[in-house]
């Protein structure tokens, strides 16, 4: 499997072991819809071995841990079981000892599928897999999301209560607080727990370019947002799974009074060193074996809605494309000033959920504009920067040399 892809699970009974060349404490957590588990008995791990449908074996040493879930007996409100894992060797970080999760039939042992996320780095921690219904049907998906802090940073962020270790006071002894909730089960002491990390820097080169105003790393956990430019978002959405297929929705209107207007909407796929492996357009409507497909040409720029967009297949992407570039241009030669009401949005092309959207607020006297990149990042999620970028291109074959100094 790879990052996003997912798989039917014919079995009712499916055990997900996770190896690695170091011994790792292997857990998993049941979530309800939003992302978050009910109480500290959904968390089951190595010292709360058994939860509702869920149960962890521990492998010794000798043999890998394990989360065994009976699809059958998870309760209702149970949407996914998300299976994680971390070196047992406190402050191990995953780099060059990289896990590989195994999925079997429980009863009958056959393996199902398995799945080594690529490229780690700094994490000390991974959603490696998670089991999750969909349309009455249960399925397993590769995640491959890492934290930098541990166990104790993906227990918190699904809810779980973490016992931070005891410091020395600087200070002499607060009067005592109220009587706390009886204590569930939890964590043994982590390290001080801090959100999760950001993820390591793409496996692209970095720019020389400076970042201009409006930069920063935001997240969906509060649903769609607005970028400004050079604002950037990670595609995560509260904490759920890394989007498995996206759509890149690209809009225009003639300027005030202005004639049809044909532009052309277009995606130049790179590799880690910014090199150039294809272009989707409207003369090449699938590139990378139906991985990226483009909606087809539209002439006029009329009407309401997206005037053309393109579907990317997150988890069917080869590993050798690291960045996306969206553009757009202007074949016939009229200039962005000419434009009115240009935008870009990225949709979840599941739900058909709108997760991000960027509105061109200026316009210069050019043919091309890069208006949005995604960019693959190390634990395996994609991020989106909002570009705007204006070029005289008025191809998307001279974009590529751009884009490429853009990523």
Known sequence: MTPGSNIPLPAVRVTVDVAAPVRLDVSGLLLTADGKVRSDDDFVFYNQ???????????????????TVDTAAVPPDIEKIVVTASPDAAGQTFHGIEPTATIRDTDGGAVLATFTPPQLGTETALVVVEIYRRGGAWKARAVGQGYANGLAGIATDFGVTVEEPAAT?????????????????????????????????????????????GGGKINLDKGRVSLQKNQTVSLIKGGRPLLSQVRMGLGWEPAFRGKDIDLDASVIAYGPQRNHIDSCYFGKLTILNGAVRHSGDNLTGEGAGDDEAITVDLGRLP?????????????????????????????????????????????????????????????????????????????????????????
């Open 319 to 407: 590993l050798e494309v690291s960045g996306l570039v969206f553009t757009v241009n202007s074949f016939s030669g009229q200039k962005f000033t000419e434009v009115a009401k240009a935008y870009c949005r990225l949709l979840d092309a599941t739900t058909g959920e709108e997760l991000v959207r960027f509105d061109l607020t200026h316009a210069e006297p050019q043919t091309g504009v890069m208006m949005a990149k995604l960019v693959r990042q190390f634990s395996g999620e994609w991020d989106m920067t909002a570009m705007g970028d204006f070029v005289k291109a008025r191809t998307v074959r001279n974009m590529v040399e751009p884009g490429a100094r853009a990523l």
């Open 169 to 213: 006071p600087a200070a002499p002894p607060q009067p005592a607080a109220a009587p706390a909730a009886p204590q569930h089960p939890v964590v043994p002491p982590p390290p001080a727990v801090q959100p999760p990390a950001t993820p390591p820097a793409p496996p692209l080169p970095a720019s020389p370019a400076a970042p201009a105003p």
């Open 49 to 67: 071995p058994t939860g509702p449908g869920v149960t962890h074996t521990s492998g010794g040493g000798a043999a890998p841990d394990a989360i």
